[in-house]
Nanobody
Framework: QVQLVESGGGSVQAGGSLRLSCAASGRFFAINGMGWYRQALGNQRELVAGITRGGSTNYADPVKGRFTISRDNAKNTVYLQLNSLKPEDTAVYYC???????????????WGQGTQVTGSS
C-alpha cells in the first residue's frame, strides 16, 4: 500500500507562484511515473504534468512554460512549481504515482487526497 501526501496549495493573486509537494510512503519496491492532475469545479480531472523515474517530463499545453515538475527519487517526492498563475488554473490538484509493490509484480496506481489551488484575479 502506498500513501501520497500533498502539501503547498493555497490562494494567490494572478501572476503569483506556488509550489506543490507530494511524498510517497508505505511498502513498495519502487515508484515509477509520478504526476499531477487537476480538477476544476464541474470539469473532468485532467493531466497537468508527468515525470518518469529517469526525469523525462511532459506537460499539458495550457501550463507549458509556466509550470515545472520535478522529483527527488531518494525522497520519493514529486514537486510542481506553479508560476504566473491564472484564474483558470484554479482547481483541486491531485498527485498520482505508479508503484511497483515487489519486483516482478505489476504496477499499481495511487492518488493523493488533493490540494486546492486558487488563482484570484
Amino acid at each position: 500500500q502506498v500513501q501520497l501526501v500533498e502539501s503547498g496549495g493555497g490562494s494567490v493573486q494572478a501572476g503569483g507562484s506556488l509550489r506543490l509537494s507530494c511524498a510517497a510512503s508505505g511498502r513498495f519496491f519502487a515508484i515509477n511515473g509520478m504526476g499531477w492532475y487537476r480538477q476544476a469545479l464541474g470539469n473532468q480531472r485532467e493531466l497537468v504534468a508527468g515525470i518518469t523515474r529517469g526525469g523525462s517530463t511532459n506537460y499539458a499545453d495550457p501550463v507549458k512554460g509556466r509550470f515545472t515538475i520535478s522529483r527527488d527519487n531518494a525522497k520519493n517526492t514529486v514537486y510542481l512549481q506553479l508560476n504566473s498563475l491564472k484564474p483558470e488554473d484554479t482547481a483541486v490538484y491531485y498527485c498520482n504515482a505508479e508503484s511497483i509493490p515487489r519486483l516482478g509484480l505489476p504496477p499499481r496506481n495511487y492518488w493523493g487526497q488533493g490540494t486546492q489551488v486558487t488563482g484570484s484575479s
